[in-house]
């Protein structure tokens, strides 16, 4: 095969039931060449097996144990060919046409470093996928529940994009790394993902990297991608919330910890934790009252 068009790099981890669906969406796409490189973090579903046995046309590469999303992400980059790199959950289902469109697109827009396509629930509406870069304020709406109360006001809502409209074509900070489609040579610009971000927020922070070399991010919704949102990961909901939380530290940590900020960073982290807390606590108490 000569070098690809669009190399696909999908990180698994016991996720074999959305894994068929999936691929076979892939193979069925018409582009001029594509390859697919999976990563299996040590699955224990039998998910290395049957892609070797079912899918002898992608390059597999087995961890021997969980190395988290950014780092499998990294193994898939580097071993990726194509001109460009399609980052994509094992929980997707590509609608027709969709690669064809994004490769084109990002063909005729050599200003664009990287792209995200419109995701669809499996009912087929709308799956908000796109968010403003967070700062200390998000953490304020967020924990105050204004977000959630009014999560179209421009403020409250700002890093949720409650006000966006997800039918457009935009330049916008950060679509969900679910899908993301990113030109080769900005990951040889940018470098690889930062594994300090196991598994959350290091899409936020790979593209806020994207955006500060001076390539340009766009939402394009002409290419539509079904997610199953959550399950690649709802098998390890506490380890979910905290790595989320976790994450969200991180990356305030990463980019607002200077001077003055110190103060608020650790309250920060302390705020997390105790979502994180609540959150674990609350939600099966929830199940359990609505049962009743």
């Known amino acids: 095969m000569s070098n690809p068009e669009i190399s696909i790099v999908i990180v698994s981890w016991n996720c074999w039931e959305f894994l068929p669906a999936g691929l076979d969406s892939i193979f069925q796409q018409i582009v ?16 290395a097996q049957k892609v070797s046995q079912q ?9 021997p144990h969980n190395s988290g999303y ?49 995701l669809l629930n499996p009912d087929g509406s709308i799956q ?47 679509p969900m790394a679910s899908a993301l489609l990113i030109r080769k040579k900005v990951t040889e610009t940018v470098g690889l993902m930062d594994e300090r971000f196991k598994m959350y927020f290091n899409d936020v922070d790979y593209c806020l ?18 997610h199953h949102l959550g399950g690649a990961t709802r098998k390890r909901r506490l380890a979910r919330i905290i790595l989320s939380h976790w994450g969200f530290f991180q990356y305030l940590k990463k980019y607002h910890s200077s001077g003055f900020k110190l103060i608020p960073l650790i309250m920060s982290g302390a705020g997390l934790l105790v979502s994180a807390i609540i959150r674990v606590i609350a939600t099966p108490l929830a199940s359990m009252y609505r049962k009743r």
């Open 32 to 47: 001029p060449e594509k390859e697919v490189i999976l990563i299996d973090n040590d699955s224990s579903d039998g998910t």
């Open 209 to 226: 990297r994207i955006r500060q070399a001076g390539f340009k991010i766009v939402y394009y919704p002409q290419a539509k991608i079904i």
């Open 128 to 174: 908000p996928s796109c968010r403003r870069f967070p700062t200390y304020s998000t953490l304020i709406w967020e924990f105050s529940g204004l977000s959630r109360l009014f999560p179209s006001h421009p403020l409250f809502g700002s890093w949720r994009m409650g006000d966006f409209d997800f039918q457009e074509i935009r330049e916008v900070n950060q």
């Open 55 to 63: 899918y002898p046309q992608v390059k597999l590469i087995v961890n």
């Open 70 to 118: 950014a780092r499998a992400c990294n193994q898939g980059i580097k071993e990726a060919q194509g001109k460009f790199v399609l980052l994509l959950n094992p929980d997707t289902v590509l609608q027709p046409e969709s690669l064809s469109k994004m490769g084109q697109f990002m063909k005729d827009n050599p200003e664009v470093g990287a792209l995200g396509p419109q």
